[in-house]
């Protein structure tokens, strides 16, 4: 049981202040540094923000999320339209996996880095 410095007072072992003379007790952080450490999060999942930021090139977010299917089909949808200057008529395929194609490239690249984070937040939620 710790006491008091100043009075002699017994403490409890969380207390921070004396309860008699209300002398300040020293209190070691060593133990919530190493709580600190030991919550640390898992590195193998991939990250929510790191996918929506790797779509600043297409489908890159998708690759890294585990789905490069459905990064490729924004890689062409995005990249092959605008600098290959190919209208492609995608939106029948859109319409099947769920993306909306028919919005243009930039509306497209916005849904792409949205939807490469959802993934990548399902992928996590999943392995809990
Ligand atoms: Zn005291």
Not at 39 to 47: E, K, M, Q, V
Not at 93 to 103: S, T
Request: net charge neutral.
């Amino acid at each position: 049981m710790d006491a008091c410095p100043r009075c002699q007072a017994p403490l409890a072992p969380d207390a921070k202040f004396c309860p008699e003379c209300g002398t300040q007790v020293h209190v070691q952080p060593v133990h919530a540094e190493l709580v600190e450490m030991r919550a640390a999060p898992r590195s193998n999942l991939p990250s929510p923000w790191s996918a929506a930021l790797l779509s600043i090139i297409p489908g890159l977010g998708h690759w890294y999320a585990g789905a490069p299917k459905r990064g490729l089909i924004f890689f062409v949808a995005i990249v092959g339209g605008e600098l290959l200057g190919i209208d492609f008529d995608l939106t029948l395929i859109g319409d099947i996996v769920g993306i909306p194609l028919g919005v243009g490239a930039t509306g497209l690249w916005a849904f792409c880095a949205v939807d490469a984070y959802r993934i990548a937040a399902r992928r996590r939620a999943e392995s809990t």
